[in-house]
């Protein structure tokens, strides 16, 4: 049976790492204010993590076995867990690259030996239609996941990339996944905003009150504009609970889509230095 750590010893370990002193003020909290969020942002994050080990593991099975139909129904999904948490698989950036680049981070695209992870498979399932060239893919796909879950349990979370980590999200969806060039061939970006908003609302919820104390109007406000943003992807739910292909939004759609992010983005950069933390 596997044991996770505690809630008080993650606090702890907090408390040690940080070498949070009674009398130590980081600008507008005290760090011992920022314990408990960072604490329960890493069991979030764990939480997850354990799911896309979990998830991975079903999804490689499928296309290891030939089943695209399957794989095609899993990739999504499956992709939600670690785009909940990317600001923080960010961090180990030879993973977030193994797990999660694009074609055209390789020289020769998608014929580049080094493309794989999520979208070499992707494209093998949409685009060549067979999965015959990428077991070994999927079978590196699956160990970087798991050692990627390692590394996340064994991480001293930074509580400034913690904070920080909700606008992070928001600017890449404004800056570079609205175009809809991340999920290209599948064209299901719009599970992959979902999971970053509510990564990223999971970082301004436990955070919420300690922003309430320095700005309620600015908490409302953020609350305010997270409902915009999910109400505006609700629109494109299928009766199924997924979402429609990315390619049916038009370019109004995507252009005020994206506007939205902006603004929660441009909000959410005012967070850490809201608690001291730049």
């Given amino acids: 049976m596997t044991t996770h750590p505690s809630r008080l010893m993650i606090r702890v370990a907090a408390i040690l790492t940080l070498g949070l ?13 920022l314990v408990a969020p960072v604490a329960d942002y890493k069991l979030y994050v764990a939480e997850n993590s354990r799911k896309l080990v979990t998830d991975v593991r079903n999804f490689t099975a ?14 999504a999904p499956t992709r939600m867990s670690y785009e909940r948490i990317e600001p923080l698989a960010e961090l180990f ?3 977030d690259s193994a797990i999660d680049s694009r074609a055209d981070d390789h020289e020769k695209a998608e ?6 992870g999520f ?4 494209y093998a399932l949409w685009v060549e239609k067979s999965t015959k060239n990428v077991g070994p893919v ?4 699956l160990a970087n996941v798991v050692e990627l879950q390692k590394r996340l349990t064994a991480l001293t979370f930074p509580p400034e990339k913690v904070v920080g980590g909700a606008a992070v999200l928001m600017e890449e969806v404004a800056a570079t996944k609205i175009s809809g060039e991340e999920d290209r061939y599948s064209h299901t ?14 970082i301004v919820e436990l955070l919420r009150p300690l922003v309430a104390k320095q700005d309620q109007a600015f908490a409302d406000k953020t609350d305010a504009n997270f409902k915009v943003v999910f109400d505006t992807l609700q629109k494109y739910r299928t009766p199924e609970g997924g979402f429609q292909t990315y390619e049916k939004l038009t370019d109004r759609d995507r252009k005020l889509l994206a506007g939205r992010v902006n603004t929660l983005a441009e909000d959410l950069s005012r967070l850490r230095g809201m608690l001291g933390l730049n």
């Fill in 21 to 33: 002193g009674a009398g130590t003020v980081l600008g507008a909290v005290s760090p011992l204010e």
């Fill in 138 to 141: 999927a079978d590196k796909l």
């Fill in 62 to 75: 499928a296309v290891k076995a030939g089943d695209i139909e399957k794989a095609k129904q899993l990739f």
């Fill in 111 to 116: 014929q580049d030996p080094a493309f794989g």
């Fill in 189 to 202: 970006d719009l599970w992959d905003f979902q999971a970053n908003f509510e990564g990223a609302y999971k």
């Fill in 93 to 95: 950036s030879d993973l």
């Fill in 119 to 122: 979208h070499r498979i992707e």
